[in-house]
């Protein structure tokens, strides 16, 4: 029982919710690494992206409550994502049309592409906090809990009680569709093959007849979509706050570069890997360890390494360590 009772601690407090934040970590990581695939630089815009995504879904939710539209159960900001994918693409190439576009017929170095996308960044980061406020916003209704701890409890006869919220239940499903989806789309159709090629050698792809203003326009609308959806499901986890996004992006690289930038699989690795460590290093183990050590060996202390305030702080050592020691990320990507 005891043992039992420790698994659901660490589920409920490790588990679960590191695998919904690597979930959020691998559709964020999934649009840098296209971005870097595809384009051929690193997007520092990417994080502001996914808060312009979340803004306009957050006040098309809202407008929804208003009307007294809902999905029952489910949140309402279900329905209004289509509208911050839509915006959000018609913002990207915009961008890529007024910004970017210059720049890569001129053929500059990557590095100046990440200059011009960090002065992209502070002007998302301004516009959205003018637009919404720099505040906590949240915007998640319907049903909070898939099981109560209480309900758990009542069902095994254990002293601790597992509770999954919808959000992070809904954060994986949605994750696994919009993964399955991209895969789907980058090896069975001849638009995604197309990108595929580009990415792989662009003076031959363009030779074979490619358009590379067609696969450059799908890539920011797909880079759209994932932004977007990675923005809400972590608005909806936690809450909405602008200032979180920009924070998120160094966690995002991170999981880019461990898992291999421009490599797909190894972004939804490098997420996991990110957030599983942020969540177990930055967790107090006093409880876990309370139930598993032999009586009398219990911990006094939280058995905490770092406190939570410092958990942007382990993204940044596994960077480090990455770069270091295997530039090119578990998968082998493009080597940084």
Known sequence: MELLNALVVFANFVLIPATAYGAQLALGALGVTLIYGILRFSNFAHGDTMAFGTMVTVLGTWGLQNLGIGLGPLPTALLALPLGIAVTAALLLGTDRVVYRFYR???????????????????LNGLVRFIIGPDDQRF????????TAREFKTMTGLDEGLAIRTTQGLTVVTAVIVVALLFWFLNRTRTGKS????????????????????????????????????????????????????????PIFAAAIVGGLGSPLGAIAGGFVVAYSEVTITYAWKKVLGYTLPEGLEPGGLVQLLSTDYKFAVSFVILVIVLLFRPTGLFRGKSV
């Open 140 to 147: 998640a209704d319907g049903e909070r809990f898939i099981i």
């Open 105 to 123: 017929k001129q053929r500059v170095k990557p590095v100046i592409l990440v200059i011009v996308s960090m002065g992209v960044m502070f002007i």
């Open 195 to 250: 990108m595929r090629a580009f990415s792989d050698n662009e003076d031959l792809a363009l030779l074979s007849g490619i358009n590379p203003d067609r696969v450059v326009a799908i890539t920011w609308i797909i880079v759209a979509a994932l932004a977007t959806i990675a923005g809400v499901l972590y608005g909806l986890d936690k809450s909405f706050k602008p200032f979180t996004y920009f924070q998120l992006l160094l």
